[in-house]
């Protein structure tokens, strides 16, 4: 079975700019959780989407968006970017009955100057 | 406020010695406490995990301790290898799809 994929993997962007992150979950895998990874604050969760609802959210500003779709697919969005989201963002797809479980993707590496 | 207190920062360890990460935690909501393993340029990869109903979880050369009434875990890796230096995370569920995850330990192997 193929892995959690993202794209893109790299990114470069402009202060002021937005972003639009994609990430495919496992074949069969219906919830998909985002996390902001950077050196001073680790890993921290955004949200969690499941049947395209968002379930669950974490401590980020309204700039911080995301969304489902039926098809299990996911993206975010961040809008009028900060140097301070320049980030590792991780995407992790869970299976139902085992929401346990949390695969990552490798991760879209955000650079904002 | 770091919900989940993770130590030591990184420790260096001799191929086939023992290396020990701790962790404590102040949410007594956590029903499941992950660990993942990081290589750099990889995304974490769940490597572990334990319910708060059992006290040792064994998977080969790894394995975790729980004390519920400490509000804490470890992870030991036994016999390591050059090929586990990594960065680890520990971590807690609380709710659908939230894990909130210690600050990490890297872990280097010498040969």
């Known amino acids: 079975k193929a892995g959690v994929t993202q794209t893109p993997r790299y990114l470069i962007k402009t202060r002021g700019q937005q972003v639009t992150l994609s990430c495919s979950p496992i074949?069969?895998?219906?919830?998909v959780s985002w996390y902001q990874q950077t050196p001073g604050q680790g890993l921290q969760f955004l949200f969690e989407?499941?049947?395209?609802?968002?379930?669950n959210k974490g401590n980020f500003p309204g700039r911080f968006s995301g969304r489902q779709f039926s098809n299990s697919r996911s993206e975010m969005n961040v809008s009028t970017l900060e140097l301070g989201d320049s980030a590792l963002y991780l995407c992790?797809?869970?299976?139902?009955?085992?929401?346990?479980?949390?695969?990552f993707g490798p991760g879209t590496r955000l650079t904002v100057t | 406020q770091q919900q989940v207190k993770q130590s030591p920062q990184s420790l260096i360890v001799q191929k086939g010695g023992i290396s020990i990460i701790n962790c404590a935690y102040e949410?007594?909501?956590?029903?499941?406490f992950p660990w993942y393993q990081q290589f750099p340029g990889k995304g974490p990869a769940l490597l572990i995990a334990?319910?708060?109903?059992?006290s040792e979880k064994k998977e080969g050369r790894f394995t975790i301790s729980f004390n519920k009434s400490a509000k804490q875990f470890s992870l030991h890796i036994m016999d390591s290898q050059p090929g586990d230096s990594a960065t680890y995370f520990c971590?807690?569920?609380?709710?659908?799809?939230?894990?909130?995850f210690g600050a990490g330990t890297q872990v280097v192997v010498t040969p």
């Open positions: 074949s069969g895998h219906r919830s």
């Open positions: 949410n007594t909501a956590f029903d499941y």
């Open positions: 992790a797809s869970s299976a139902p009955g085992n929401s346990y479980e949390q695969y």
């Open positions: 989407y499941f049947s395209e609802t968002q379930r």
């Open positions: 334990i319910r708060p109903d059992v």
């Open positions: 971590a807690g569920r609380t709710s659908w799809g939230k894990l909130q």
